[in-house]
């Protein structure tokens, strides 16, 4: 396994709406809504998935698969070199499902456009640094805080202002690639969002890819 250096900051990540890879998803066969609702909840496991699952996408984008499709707060499917990353840098940490990818129309010459992986979404971490972070507030008014009670719905997330701070606590994610970290609490689960190394980060861009954008950046501390 490759040695990462230490992370000082760390990257909030979400799909990009900037960079021509909106390209609309159809599960098929059409994903059962207890499933769908497990996957996001990640509580999903490989066997519950049908041999040979197939994602439909409408087109491609810039001639070719975004290697990130999904929705803006996941799940997310990845590009072969993107798992590869994962598996080399963070082993035995992330669950993949191997997805077939097709288009509506031959684009290339083609209809089947290979595989990409399901990355199953992985716990979430409570690692935001409560001091070094400025939280929305939710529609009670109440931000994403230490003191935590029974309120079905707790904290608003982090603004996207890059001006605004925001920090990890490194014990937490030190070691860490691609994560989610909570934001809030909503009828008795975590809402989350995710984040990456700024190792990731740089990997992802030299490779010029399409899917994932970040407009804001923590700390690690």
Known sequence: MPVS???????LISVNVNDGSSVGMTWLPEMPL????SLQLGRATP????????????????????EVIGM???????????REFLE????????????????????NGTTEHGLH?????PPPVDCLDFEGTVFRYDAQGKPWSRRRDDNWCWGGGVPSDPDEPCAFHG???????????TTGIMRG???????????????????RMLGWASGKICTVE
């Not at 250096?5 to 990257?11: D, G, I, L, T, V």
């Not at 066997?47 to 975004?66: D, H, M, N, T, Y």
């Not at 992986?117 to 979404?121: A, D, H, I, T, V």
């Open 5 to 11: 250096r230490p992370m000082n900051y760390a990257h």
């Open 34 to 37: 207890e499933l769908h609702t």
């Open 47 to 66: 066997e519950e998935f049908p041999e040979g699952q197939a994602l439909l996408i409408r087109k491609l984008a810039k001639g070719k698969v975004p």
């Open 72 to 82: 803006s707060t996941g799940p997310f499917v990845l590009a072969p070199i993107l």
């Open 88 to 107: 080399t840098h963070e082993p035995g940490v992330h669950r993949f499902f191997p997805v077939r990818i097709l288009t509506e129309k031959p684009e």
């Open 117 to 121: 992986w399901l990355l199953l979404p």
């Open 171 to 181: 014990d937490k994610v030190q070691g860490r690639h691609v994560w989610r970290y």
């Open 189 to 207: 689960r975590f809402m989350s969002r995710y984040a990456c190394s700024m190792e990731f980060w740089r990997f992802y861009r030299a490779h």
